[in-house]
């Protein structure tokens, strides 16, 4: 099979330095791209020259560094509110990943949730939008129900209407599951939620890769996501709020840069996006978050979804050849993520041999163990694919794995 390549993946993986080196003596193949994105030279570029340049504490000097790198952080909060439509600048607050994204809500929601209220999550979330949630319930005593999933690694909707009651207060789904790549209905979860007055909160960790999230068109109350899965740097991430929502919720964390006035009878915090941002940031990260952004518009998430769609069918084709391999996770509707199994074999030993010939894939639970609960499964071997990985990779995937098996049989 050809691909109808859109992109020019020769000239793409000139950008990223890493693509270049070898793994135990053979050219690295990056299938790990769920866990963590590579990272192209000009977002490299932009956090040396940071540091080389203009490195300096934001919002609070009056010197010309500080101003440089304020400036500078500033905009790239307008470029993740553009990409993100959001409608204003102060509804992006810089994160320091999904995770803190996600219990900066969960911590506010303890405010407003009371004994018996309800909150709706799905069999499909990784852990990070499960554990916070948990510890929000035992905090206030509201109900946590979950949307089942189906065989093929969808939510089951006609489960999701059925839990929606008077009683719900907040639902929360990622966007695309990291496990098994399936693209859930958000845009139905979130206007049934809204019918029942419930917050929905999208977590977009895996979904930034591969599709441009609007969140005005999808109306959704809180959407999170990591630089570092967007070929941005780790340790940098944003949390949407729609205004309404933020000024709503208390501070996560107190402390300098989040306070209007401080005296030790009272302090009154800063306005939006100030007030969720105490202490000093990752200024590096945000501006460095502003340079992913426009590498991956430079070249086009339409350009990308239909090269990774091809990447996935022609991975999806040549792995099922193999006798014994079992995908988990056949939505149509899915990404560029292959979950599977070798009949009677341990994930974690396919991975291993697979490492030897420089193939870098996830074994394990993936961060979201009641996945694995359903299919009674301990783990699986998980390939990913970026924009940036080509067919011939994908054939030494399969020749790896096919030598797994021979192996470990
Ligand atoms: N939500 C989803 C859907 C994720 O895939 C991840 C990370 C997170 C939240 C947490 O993101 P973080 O940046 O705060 O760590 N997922 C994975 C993965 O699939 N393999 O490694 C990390």
Redesign the pocket.
Known sequence: MELKTMINVTKIRQDFPILQRTVNGKPLVYFDN???SQTPKIVIDSIVDYYTNYNANIHRGVHALSQEATDAYEEARIKIQKHFNAKHSHEIIYTS????S?NIVANGFAALLKQGDEIIVSAL??H??IVPWQMLCEKTGAILKVIPMNEEGELIMSEYDKLLTANTKLVFV?H????LGTINPVKYIIDEAHKVGAAVLI?G??ACPHVKPNVQELDVDFYVA?A??ICGPTGV?MLYGKEKWLNRLPPYQGGGEMIAEVSFEKTTYADLPHKFEAGTPHVSGGIAFGVALDYMNSIGFNEIAAYENELLEYATDKLLEIDGLKIYGTSKSKTSVISFNLEGIHPYDVGTILDKLGIAV?TGH??AQPIMSFYKIPGTIRASFSFYNTKEEIDALVEGVKKAKMMLS
């Open positions: 769920a866990a963590t990943g999904t995770t803190h996600i979330e990784h990070s939008n990622n695309i599951s990291n496990a977590d960790a895996q990591s570092h899965k991430g996830r993936h961060c």
